[in-house]
């Protein structure tokens, strides 16, 4: 592909104490991509995703989104506190935990970074709240408190607050494992608009049927690096490594995969 990728991951280690998380891991999104990670627990699938909006700096390597690039390791300067704080404006990330203000209305959460941080003016900052919350089918709940939304609902907030940020790209690191099963249909949902709309996005999930869907690639990691990569559906439905088809194995066992002719 000759267009040059939105994110761009060459050489990334990251290490936590003698625990080596990440080992050379090198990775291409292409702009209006999606690529979903999965793989077991404590595979660095989280923590790739943490260093590629910098939540966590990596030891070495580097990191590109746009036209923002940062390296890592011996003698490389690592990026100001402004710097950061711009680049994370531009890569939207959604966790498992909602981390919502509770004492602020929907409304007043998803308005709180265009006001802050981009100093966006409170009129604009309310049209363009509202105009979230209506992509995540929430406008009638902008007066409400977190308190009283269902977890769907709430992680539905998480996306419409990093969207209102404009982002150039999404993160969603396991953005529906903490919900209850029959709430996890609606995050997906939201998640899959974006993929039709062109958002260039990486995410991390155990929903290996949702990944087979709306993933144009797929990447299994274990133990730190990338075991296996390629076009989603290939990847889940003939998997080259017997490390991916042994942790493919326990979805289809659960029924959590279509069969592989199954019709989409």
């Known amino acids: 592909m000759s267009e040059t990728p939105k994110i761009e991951i060459r050489a990334l280690r990251k290490s936590f104490g003698s625990n ?21 627990s404590g595979s660095g699938k989280s923590t790739l995703l943490r ?17 923002t690039r940062f390296s890592f390791g011996e003698g490389a300067k690592l990026p100001d506190v402004k710097s950061l704080a711009r680049f994370r404006a531009t890569t939207g990330m959604v966790f498992q935990h909602f981390n919502l203000f509770p004492h602020m209305t929907t409304l007043q959460n998803v308005m709180e970074g265009p006001v802050t941080v981009r100093r966006m003016a409170k009129a604009d900052a309310d049209k363009l709240a509202r105009a979230q919350l209506a992509k995540v ?17 709430k992680q539905r907030v998480a996306i419409a607050r990093a969207l209102a940020m404009e982002p150039d790209v999404m993160l969603f690191d396991e953005a529906t494992s903490a919900l209850d099963p029959e709430l996890v249909g609606e995050v997906l949902n ?6 039709s709309e062109g958002m260039t996005m990486v995410i991390v999930t155990h929903e290996i049927a949702f990944a087979r869907e709306v993933a144009d690639r797929l990447i299994f990691m274990r133990d730190g690096v990338v075991v296996e990569e390629g076009p989603a559906r290939q990847v889940i439905d003939n998997p080259k490594e017997s490390a991916t088809r042994a942790f493919l194995s326990h979805f289809h066992r659960t029924g959590a995969l279509p069969p592989a002719n199954a019709v989409s």
Request: hydrophobic residues 45%.
């Open 137 to 153: 089918g929430l406008a009638e709940k902008a007066d409400q408190y977190p308190a009283t939304l269902s977890g769907g609902q």
């Open 190 to 195: 939201v998640i899959q608009q974006l993929a």
């Open 51 to 67: 260093c590629i909006n910098l939540l966590v700096v990596p030891d070495g390597g580097s990191v590109r989104v746009g036209d």
């Open 20 to 40: 080596e998380v990440l080992k050379n891991i090198n990775l291409d999104v292409a702009k209006g991509g999606v690529v979903a990670l999965i793989g077991p």
